[in-house]
């Protein structure tokens, strides 16, 4: 049985490969399950650049900052766990190497949810006339449902891959775990077991309410851009996309506002219903994981826990 906690902290996690990544807000640890079958544990204090720049806290600037943190932290526990998997010295990801992965992984995710939607949005809106153009509902309600689609279509078939299951139950259990701290029960095996693998703060629900939500931002933004007439019909969309990227900023704030208050008024019952379209898309991203994968996770939440008490 790992130790018994007290004091509430916000906690956050991240699967990985054979193992389990999770966040307090001034610690972040990484459990990962080697070849052998041992637990090894990468732990560090960690800070935010919020606490450094206040302004950063605000609501609405401090989604965006969020969801930067949490990309560059998985991309480092990533990284760690695949070479632990391997059983080789973790090699920290220089300055030069972490920027060029991230803006590669930012600009495939910017690719395949922004600019293909949009453009196969103007395909379809084109043969239904001009009146359809980027200034009517219609073109961004058919680019947010394609995104939609393409994104369960994504996580469904990346969902068949055998690693990545291991991973979607590494996912059920980092969720296990953090409900089992929040109800206030010691982080054990036994305690974390009966809890679902749904949860209401998960990121692919953040995912999801963001590509929602760029529907309505789209809808009500775009009949005041300027149609750029006379510009070539490429060079057009890109400029619209381009524009469509910045105001994802504004959007990812609005959204992770909406999943922090949503979490906490989950009795409520219109809230509830608000949101299950994200619980039931974590059905697709978790599995139901095994004691030894529990073991993994907690111990991750466990020391996650310590260091950020040692650190206060």
């Known amino acids: 049985m790992l130790t ?46 919020s606490e450094r720049i206040p302004f950063l806290k605000i609501p609405f600037f401090r989604g965006s900052v ?21 059983d080789e010295e973790d090699t920290p990801m220089g300055g030069w190497a972490m920027f060029f992965t991230i803006s590669l992984s930012l600009g ?25 153009g980027v200034e009517s509902f219609l073109f961004h309600l058919i680019d947010g449902i394609l995104k939609i689609i393409i994104f369960v279509s994504y996580v469904w078939l990346i969902s068949l891959s055998k690693e990545i299951r291991r991973v979607f139950e590494y996912h059920g259990a980092e969720h296990k775990s953090i409900y089992t701290y929040e109800a206030g029960e010691s982080l054990s095996v036994e305690n974390a077991r009966k809890y679902s693998t749904l949860h209401p703060r998960c990121g692919t629900a953040f995912i999801l309410i963001v590509l929602i939500m760029s529907i309505l931002f789209f809808s009500v933004v775009f009949p005041f851009v ?41 009795t409520n019952p219109f809230v509830h219903t608000l949101i299950l ?29 310590q260091i950020h008490n040692q650190a206060s």
């Open 226 to 266: 300027p149609k750029l007439a006379g510009l070539p019909t490429i060079l057009k969309q890109a400029i619209y996309i381009g524009f469509k990227i910045l105001l994802m900023f504004p959007i990812a704030g609005v959204a992770y506002e909406i999943l922090k208050f949503s979490s906490k008024r989950l």
């Open 66 to 86: 969020a969801i930067l943190e949490a990309l560059i932290n998985g991309i480092q526990a990533l990284t760690f766990s695949a070479n632990q998997a391997v």
């Open 4 to 49: 018994e906690v007290s004091k509430k902290i916000d906690v956050g996690g991240q699967a990985v490969i054979e193992g389990v990544m999770m966040r307090a807000p001034k610690s972040m640890t990484i459990a990962v399950r080697k070849p052998d079958g041992q637990i090894f544990t990468k732990e560090d204090v960690w800070h935010s650049i």
């Open 108 to 132: 495939l995710a910017l690719f395949l949810f922004v600019a293909v939607p949009h453009l196969l949005s103007a395909l379809l809106t084109q043969l239904l006339g001009e009146e359809t």
């Open 277 to 305: 379209p994200g619980l039931w898309m974590q059905k697709l991203t978790t599995r139901e994981p095994s004691d030894d994968q529990l073991e993994v996770a907690l111990a991750a939440l466990d020391r996650a826990i």
